[in-house]
């Protein structure tokens, strides 16, 4: 099922993300954990892309696995960053023969190397050179698009950053899922704003349930997001416990997501980290909320 569809109808949906193995060790691991996900039934499921491609093989595999056997709608990334067109094409030919309709299309994390390099020559500079090169190939895909309600952390104003994702979304995004956040009230902000600068799909949030304090820090870094004093208190209090952090990490995120419901979200993605326990928990947390629906 294409997630225009999906987004469009007036229902609550909980979706949840999952990334796919680092090795081939890992693979049997990471795919039991990803049907322990599946098997509850969300509605989509993402698989990201490996940071510069690495594990991009992976990424086919494990969505592949979620549409065939559980019947999951899935949302499989692909980065273009460090690719040459001709990878790209690749890639698109494989998602379109695995039977994978819905591709989150993302420029990728720079690696300091390519920070200071000059980017003239490169293939692909931002994701909307990606979301161009997919709707040119042909494929009928329906495209989502990363947006940042904190500003990414390369963009000087939130103006600029605005104005880039306005490019993306009319270059054939369907739909953006945001960056982790642990403030809603900077999700309400951003989409007034992005609304009055004429970005009408719908916009997923995406929320991070923070369950082990490790977790914290490097969360923080990778998405530049501030962390309210409340959800500081908690890690202050619980963070040595992992047990009280568990529950508590559970706990802020479902009241992320009840508030999101409570002021007309209809769609929130969990980035569940392949942890089955806590995305089924969150999911109970909220499972008469979302039968009652809109
Ligand atoms: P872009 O849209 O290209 O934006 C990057 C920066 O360039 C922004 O500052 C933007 O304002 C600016 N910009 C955009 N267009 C232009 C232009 N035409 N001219 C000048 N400046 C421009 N990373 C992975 O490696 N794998 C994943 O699976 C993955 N999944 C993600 C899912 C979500 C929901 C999010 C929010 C992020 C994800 N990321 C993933 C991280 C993402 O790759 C990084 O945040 C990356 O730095 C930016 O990607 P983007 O697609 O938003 O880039």
Redesign the pocket.
Same mark, same amino acid.
């Given at each position: 099922m294409k997630l225009s569809e999906l987004l469009q109808k007036d229902e609550l949906h909980l979706s949840f993300e999952v990334f796919p193995p680092k090795t081939d060790t890992a693979f049997a691991s990471v795919k039991a954990a990803v049907e322990e996900i599946a098997e509850l039934h969300p509605s989509f499921m993402s698989v990201?892309? &490996?940071?510069g491609g690495g594990t991009s093989r992976y990424t086919l595999d494990i969505a592949k696995n979620i549409k065939e056997q559980h019947g999951v709608p899935t949302l499989a990334?692909l980065?273009c960053v460090s690719s040459t067109k001709e990878t790209v094409r690749e890639k698109i030919a494989q998602i379109k023969e695995a039977g994978i309709e819905n591709v989150?299309a993302?420029? &990728?994390?720079?690696t300091p190397e390519m920070e200071g390099a000059d980017r003239c020559g490169w293939a692909y500079r931002?994701?909307?050179d990606l979301i161009r090169d997919i709707r040119a190939s042909g494929a009928d895909f329906c495209i989502g &698009?990363?947006?940042?309600p904190e500003v990414?952390p $390369?963009?000087t104003t939130q103006a $600029?950053?605005i104005r880039?994702l306005k $490019?993306?979304v009319d270059a054939g995004c369907s739909f953006l899922?945001?960056?982790m956040f642990f403030d809603n009230n900077l999700l309400y902000n951003f989409l007034y704003k992005i609304r009055e600068a004429g970005i009408t799909v719908p916009v997923i949030p &995406?929320i991070m349930p923070i369950t082990n304090a490790n977790q914290v820090a490097r969360a923080i870094k990778l998405s530049g997001s501030f962390m309210p004093r409340r959800f500081a208190s908690l890690v202050d209090k619980f963070g040595s416990d992992p047990n009280a952090m568990k529950q508590a990490g559970i706990a802020y995120a479902t009241d992320q997501i009840i508030d999101l419901f409570a002021n007309g979200i209809k769609n929130v993605h969990v980035y569940s980290m392949n942890k089955p326990d806590v995305a089924a928990k969150i999911q109970d947390n909220v499972s008469a909320i979302i039968k009652k629906g809109i």
């Amino acid at each position: 099922m294409k997630l225009s569809e999906l987004l469009q109808k007036d229902e609550l949906h909980l979706s949840f993300e999952v990334f796919p193995p680092k090795t081939d060790t890992a693979f049997a691991s990471v795919k039991a954990a990803v049907e322990e996900i599946a098997e509850l039934h969300p509605s989509f499921m993402s698989v990201t892309y &490996g940071a510069g491609g690495g594990t991009s093989r992976y990424t086919l595999d494990i969505a592949k696995n979620i549409k065939e056997q559980h019947g999951v709608p899935t949302l499989a990334h692909l980065t273009c960053v460090s690719s040459t067109k001709e990878t790209v094409r690749e890639k698109i030919a494989q998602i379109k023969e695995a039977g994978i309709e819905n591709v989150m299309a993302l420029r &990728g994390d720079l690696t300091p190397e390519m920070e200071g390099a000059d980017r003239c020559g490169w293939a692909y500079r931002h994701a909307v050179d990606l979301i161009r090169d997919i709707r040119a190939s042909g494929a009928d895909f329906c495209i989502g &698009g990363a947006c940042y309600p904190e500003v990414h952390p $390369e963009s000087t104003t939130q103006a $600029e950053d605005i104005r880039y994702l306005k $490019e993306k979304v009319d270059a054939g995004c369907s739909f953006l899922t945001t960056q982790m956040f642990f403030d809603n009230n900077l999700l309400y902000n951003f989409l007034y704003k992005i609304r009055e600068a004429g970005i009408t799909v719908p916009v997923i949030p &995406g929320i991070m349930p923070i369950t082990n304090a490790n977790q914290v820090a490097r969360a923080i870094k990778l998405s530049g997001s501030f962390m309210p004093r409340r959800f500081a208190s908690l890690v202050d209090k619980f963070g040595s416990d992992p047990n009280a952090m568990k529950q508590a990490g559970i706990a802020y995120a479902t009241d992320q997501i009840i508030d999101l419901f409570a002021n007309g979200i209809k769609n929130v993605h969990v980035y569940s980290m392949n942890k089955p326990d806590v995305a089924a928990k969150i999911q109970d947390n909220v499972s008469a909320i979302i039968k009652k629906g809109i």
